[in-house]
């Protein structure tokens, strides 16, 4: 849209034909010239996209255990390079399969070794029920 009379009003996304239509029109805009009419509309217009999806489809941390068990396959960990953090393979088997919950000293231990961000450790999350 290189007339700028044609654009419509900037407001908040806030149903998915808007969506779509900003979308389009950022489309339109990409390449546009920063510190310009259109690179600063550009600009806005991303910004109120990234607003939509936030609030549309919010990304959730994972839960302790489940962050735990990523870290350890994208990293080629085993149960016993946690159970060497943790102090003990009992407790470390305990932490994986929901029947101990994180301590403090082990999110510590899992922050500084594994470089795992403690705010996601330090989340409550559900423990296996005891029979």
């Known amino acids: 849209m290189s007339d700028r009379d044609t654009y419509r009003p900037l407001k908040p996304i806030r149903s ?3 969506y779509d239509a ?3 029109e950022v489309d339109a805009l990409m390449g546009a010239p ?4 259109e690179g600063d509309r550009l600009d806005v ?4 996209i990234e607003a939509y999806e936030a609030e549309r489809w919010p990304i959730l941390a994972p839960d302790p255990v489940a ?3 990523h870290v350890m396959e994208a990293r080629g960990y085993r149960q016993r390079d946690l159970a060497v953090l943790l102090g003990s393979q009992p407790r470390a088997s305990e932490v994986l399969h929901r029947r101990r919950a994180l301590t403090l000293p082990m999110i510590r ?3 500084v070794e594994w470089n795992v961000p403690a705010d996601v450790l330090v989340r409550e ?3 296996a029920q005891s029979a």
Request: charged share 15%.
């Open 109 to 111: 231990a899992l922050s």
């Open 67 to 69: 962050l735990i068990e």
């Open 22 to 24: 900003s979308l389009a």
């Open 45 to 48: 217009l991303s910004v109120l």
């Open 16 to 18: 998915e034909a808007e």
């Open 125 to 127: 999350y559900q423990l």
């Open 34 to 37: 920063a510190d310009t009419p």
